[in-house]
């Protein structure tokens, strides 16, 4: 009940921003503003569909843009050097290069229990080194990026873009993963008590390089759709980008201690950046204030996740009375 009041309340602190800003520019308010805002979230929406999965184990996955950016790099490479391959075989190449990734930091951290944050967070300088080797620092630009991959992101399928229509099949694959699923039923029990999870059975180290490899090919999907999008592949590709995920995850209720969140509030959070960040120049607020602001929201978001998991004590035992 209270995860649902939550989501509600961030709901409606959405929808008051966008009422807001809509006082002051009507064009916020159109339905083109509306898909550009979309459009803008929904390589946000891939990624933090997997990182919500570490996350309810109670680890963090810091080399997600850097898989990202390798994985996008690899895909730009094959697109200059081999013109004839196929979009699936692309597509291919983009989930299963990421998802290797992405199953190697699950590896490292399930055989030698290691902290996923410091697993992580030497993988992410491993893999932007690696783009540099593999690019030999150069850079892959819009007349080298091939068509077909170039066109994925910006073709539209019923009046509406691509980059929707996957964003929404991820969500909906991570629902039914989280809900319907044992697998997923068991990520939330892992995350809420580690050990009881452990006698109950649960294969725990299974479980958590699922949820590192999920992780990973989204992230590989992504980077072929943001080198897609953009046009572009470099080394520094999305650097940085890992917090934003981070910062959506939280603030839509996914709790970093574990076990607790859900795909609705993770959208909900992805849809509170988008629309600050299309509200900042709407405003003419200065883009620098949106990495204050985002810090900010984790603060809050953090605080309030924790007063909400914060259980007070209560009487077991019945009083009774004395005559």
């Not at 997600?64 to 699936?88: D, E, H, R």
């Not at 452990?198 to 989204?218: D, E, F, K, Q």
């Not at 985002?294 to 019945?318: P, T």
Request: overall charge positive; aromatic content about 8%.
């Amino acid at each position: 009940m209270k995860r649902i009041k939550r989501e509600w309340i961030l709901l409606a602190i959405i929808a008051a921003i966008t009422l807001g800003v809509g006082a002051r520019a009507p064009i916020f308010l159109t339905l083109r503003n509306a898909l550009d805002i979309g459009n803008d979230s929904a390589i946000l929406v891939i990624l933090v569909m997997g990182q919500m999965g570490v996350l309810l184990t109670r680890g963090v996955d810091l080399s997600v843009a850097s898989n990202l950016a390798l994985t996008g790099m690899f895909c730009a490479l094959a697109g200059k050097a081999w013109p004839g391959i196929g979009l699936l075989e692309l597509l291919v190449m983009a989930v299963t290069i990421g998802a290797l990734l992405g199953a190697f930091n699950g590896w490292l951290i399930t055989r030698f229990a290691l902290p996923s944050i410091v697993v992580t967070l030497g993988t992410m300088s491993l893999y932007r080194g690696a783009i540099f080797v593999a690019s030999h620092g150069a850079w892959v630009s819009d007349q080298d990026i091939h068509p077909l991959i170039k066109g994925l992101p910006r073709d539209t399928l019923l009046g509406l873009p691509m980059l929707l229509w996957f964003a929404a099949a991820v969500a909906l694959g991570a629902a039914w993963l989280l809900r319907w699923r044992r697998e997923g039923r068991e990520l939330y029990a892992y995350g809420g008590n580690p050990s009881a999870a452990l006698y109950a059975g649960i294969p725990v180290n299974r479980r958590l390089l699922m949820a590192y490899t999920l992780s990973g090919a989204l992230a590989g999907l992504s980077g072929l759709l943001w080198v897609g999008r953009y046009s572009i592949a470099f080394t520094e590709l999305a650097s940085g980008y890992e917090l934003t995920v981070i910062a959506a995850c939280v603030i839509g209720g996914v709790s970093i201690g574990g076990g607790v969140g859900t795909v609705t509030g993770a959208l909900l959070g992805v849809l509170f950046i988008g629309v600050i960040n299309g509200a900042l120049p709407v405003i003419q607020v200065s883009p620098f204030w949106q990495q204050a602001i985002a810090g900010f929201v984790i603060l809050v978001s953090v605080a309030l996740n924790a007063r909400s998991q914060r259980q007070a004590g209560r009487q077991i035992l019945e009083r009774r009375a004395v005559a």
